[in-house]
């Protein structure tokens, strides 16, 4: 069975619940899906690291819309660091997502409207869930086998969900016991995933603040 071919689109699908049947997004997902169009991009020799920064090799499309529109905002500037293009227009990043693997087949977006509630709500399912289950074999296989044998995509993605806490692939108690794995899978990431888990770290820190200056 196929998968989707880009880390976006890939972690977005890991976002599924399946006791929910349905794609769970929270705060931190837009982030996540920023760190791995970044990763890709990379992956793809468009872009490099230099000193910190993005910066862009190659303005050579990839044929995917998501990529390509990042590839053109980051060639658009000087070189930034990876954080700055992290937290810029994630839910937008999101959104991109959503409506290619829509136009491709691979979800189907609902707009349901609760009685209780006046906005319409936003479903995203799954067409095929066996395509969920070979992303997470991909996961686990990362996680277990033989580090030879894990490429340098698999490696991203290991290392993008476990900093961007995907829980519906990563929970808490997996990402402990694995931590070591994940730590030198997250060394053949690339910058995003670092780069990622410290903006997540910040957010935590954020809230964090709020909660105690607010209690």
Do not use: C
């Not at 705060?27 to 490099?48: H, K």
């Not at 998501?66 to 937008?92: C, M, N, S, Y």
């Amino acid at each position: 069975m196929d998968v989707p071919g880009s880390l976006p689109a890939r972690l977005y699908l890991l976002g599924y619940d399946s006791r929910k049947e349905r794609v769970v997004t929270n705060y931190r997902f837009p982030y996540l899906l920023r760190a791995a169009a970044l990763t890709e991009l990379l992956i793809g020799g468009r872009i490099a690291d230099e000193r910190g920064k993005v910066r862009v090799v190659s303005e050579d499309p990839l044929g995917d819309p998501v990529l390509d529109d990042l590839l053109r905002q980051i060639a658009e500037g000087r070189p930034k660091p990876w954080r700055h293009w992290i937290g810029k227009d994630g839910r937008a990043t999101v959104q991109a997502v959503r409506d290619e693997l829509e136009t491709r087949h691979w979800v189907r977006v609902e707009l349901r409207q609760p009685v209780l509630l006046v906005f319409n709500r936003t479903l995203v399912r799954v067409r095929d869930p066996r395509v969920v289950k070979r992303l997470a074999a991909q996961v686990a296989s990362a996680l277990n086998g033989p580090m030879s044998r894990v490429g340098e995509r698999e490696a991203a993605l290991v290392a993008l969900a476990a900093a961007g806490e995907l829980g519906t692939v990563l929970p808490r108690a997996r990402r402990k016991a694995h931590k070591q794995r994940i730590a030198e899978l997250s060394e053949r990431g690339g910058p995003a995933a670092p780069a990622l888990h410290k903006v997540i770290q910040q957010l935590h820190a954020t809230s964090a603040a709020a909660v105690s200056w607010g209690g």
